[in-house]
């Protein structure tokens, strides 16, 4: 049996952190990943095209000087693999290889309130009992299959983009499907569709994308950003986005028609999530978002040359921005390649899969190889996955039966010393989701000393105040336009899945704030017992 005083689950960007932070600490701490490798969902999603749509400066670690000034970076928007390799710098680097188990995943947890620890059993027959456990298993970490009527029938290859194989795939001359048209699906569909023979996407909801113009990171740009560093990182935090861009300078309705295409066009012009970020009413209001989104659906139709598939690509069911904003490298453009084709489920529904491809209302599609974009269990699924027993052995996924409820996102009532890294409840994916897990591993770092320093053995959120949290988080989200689209953020791709918009949608900065000032009065909002207290 090892004791070690933190068990961290996950050596994605928020476990090697969280590892690196319990060091400094003076905390003996074990992480336990599944992988073979560190990197948590870019070392799984491989698929073709995997590249972050949030831009590299943002999407990189800011506690390091010295590592931020020694990475380079590429190109605007990293590719997996160069995002892989930063992680894999970063573990060598701060030396955390040693202290974490590759291979290997935990099957249950359950608190033990005589020894104030955790047991942790794992499929490796490796038995763990540590002071405080913390998830780090990201947001989007357990792959979704959805139930696809008799795929089983289907002969050929199924692949899903966020378990991709290592080899990869050569797709040259296949008759490709995929389903999906959510970020992965955008990324994957340009470079699948330039080797496949032909590539069918079966799309169920048109999902709005703006291009990323990805380029390399010239020498003056990386130059000029590494001088900046400093002040570019503490713009980011004082966001809503948690991120270095430009936020929030214009209001949609404020500005009249020339004015407005003329700021559309700006936007569109500089990519990525700008887009998403310039506006202040873009996400509150009905009018702004549709005069956005109409924005949008103009630039699909002047892109995509035949009317009928460009009428399909043109959401007309969501605001923009309520599904997560795709950003893409000629999504639009590859319809109109000879080999693509377009089917929209909503026009034919899928009927069955066969063991040549799947038939629809309006008939057969053919093809050997299926891909499957769709998704993931967001946010909740890799805490559900498990048996994580509490107090009382009260179990996680029974606690969240109607929703997901946890104080700040980061810590749960009746379970005690458990923490997880961008819970539900907090910026997390609304987040640059760097800086969202640096905060949370920066914060409960004070906390954690806070105990040390105090002799505190057991922290546990208080029921009262994660319900305030729970509504505050609800009622914040209710105030967006991000409760009206059947997204991720609420559960909706999950069968069963209470509708619960699940991150914290006020702001980053906002967020933080109220962290601070909670850490401030003594972490209010949590019972924080010495041993002998509970002993009484
Ligand atoms: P996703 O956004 O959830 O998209 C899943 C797609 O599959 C949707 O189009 C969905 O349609 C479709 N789908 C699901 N079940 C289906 C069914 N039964 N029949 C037909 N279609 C079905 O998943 P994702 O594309 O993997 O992206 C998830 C998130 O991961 C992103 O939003 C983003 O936050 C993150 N991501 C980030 C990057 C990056 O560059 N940083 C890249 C990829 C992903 P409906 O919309 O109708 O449900």
Not at 94 to 110: N, P, Y
Not at 391 to 403: E, I, K, Y
Request: charged share 25%; proline share 4%.
């Amino acid at each position: 049996m090892i004791e070690p005083d933190i068990l961290i689950v996950g050596a994605g960007f928020a476990g090697l952190y969280m590892l690196h932070s319990a060091r400094k600490l003076g905390l003996s701490a074990r992480v336990i990943e599944a992988g073979q490798d560190v990197g948590g969902t870019w070392y799984w999603n491989r698929y073709p095209g995997a590249r972050c749509d949030v831009e590299s400066f943002s999407y990189s670690y800011s506690f390091s000087e010295e590592l931020q000034q020694d990475w380079t970076w590429s190109h605007r928007y990293a590719t997996q693999p160069e995002i892989l390799s930063y992680a894999r710098h970063v573990a060598d680097r701060f030396d955390l290889r040693k202290d974490i188990s590759f291979g290997m995943r935990v099957t249950s947890a359950t608190w033990n309130e005589e020894r104030l620890r955790w047991q942790v059993e794992t499929d490796k027959g490796q038995s763990f009992a540590a002071r405080f456990l913390v998830m780090a298993t990201g947001c989007l970490s357990v792959p979704k299959v959805p139930d696809l009527p008799h795929l089983e029938d289907f002969r050929g290859q199924v692949l899903h983009t966020a378990k991709w194989p290592e080899q990869g795939v050569d797709f040259t001359g296949r008759k490709v499907g995929l389903v999906g048209t959510g970020s992965s699906a955008i990324q994957s569909i340009p470079i699948i569709a330039r080797e496949a023979g032909h590539l069918t996407v079966f799309q169920r909801t048109a999902n709005f994308s703006v291009p990323a113009w990805n380029a390399p990171v010239s020498p003056a740009q990386d130059r000029d950003v590494k001088q900046n560093y400093k002040a570019l990182r503490a713009k980011g935090r004082a966001t809503h986005a948690g991120d270095i861009a430009d936020e929030g300078y214009v209001a949609i309705l404020g500005l009249d028609e020339k004015a407005r295409e003329a700021a559309f066009e700006t936007c569109w012009a500089q990519g990525g999530f700008s887009f998403q970020y310039a506006y202040s009413d873009l996400m509150v209001s009905e009018e702004a978002n549709r005069l956005a989104a109409d924005f949008v659906r103009r630039k699909i139709r002047e892109t995509v040359r035949d009317p009928k598939t460009a009428e399909r690509l043109c959401p007309r069911d969501h605001p923009l921005g309520s599904k997560r904003l795709c950003v893409d490298t000629d999504y639009y453009e590859t319809y109109n390649r000879p080999n693509v084709s377009l089917v929209d489920l909503r026009d034919e529904p899928i009927e069955r899969f066969t063991p040549g491809g799947l038939k629809t209302s309006a008939g057969q599609h053919d093809f050997d190889t299926l891909v499957l974009a769709t998704g993931f269990d967001a946010m909740t699924g890799a805490l559900t996955a498990f048996d994580i027993r509490g107090a009382n052995g009260m179990q996680l996924r029974d606690a969240w039966a109607g929703g997901p409820a946890a104080y700040l996102g980061i810590a749960v009532a009746g379970f005690p010393n458990f923490f997880v890294i961008t819970g539900p409840g907090s910026p997390s994916v609304l987040a640059s989701v760097l800086l969202a897990i640096e905060q949370h591993v920066e914060w409960l770092s004070g906390l954690l000393n806070h105990a040390q320093t105090n002799g505190i053995m057991r922290i546990e959120a208080d029921r009262a105040a994660q319900a305030g949290w729970t509504k505050r988080v609800a009622k914040g989200a209710e105030k967006t336009l991000f409760t009206k689209g059947n997204s991720w953020y609420l559960g909706s791709n999950v069968p069963g899945k209470p509708r619960v918009f699940m991150p914290f949608a006020d702001g980053f900065c906002v967020y933080e704030k109220i962290c601070n000032d909670i850490a401030a009065e003594g972490y209010s909002g949590f019972h924080l017992a010495r041993d002998l207290e509970i002993a009484r």
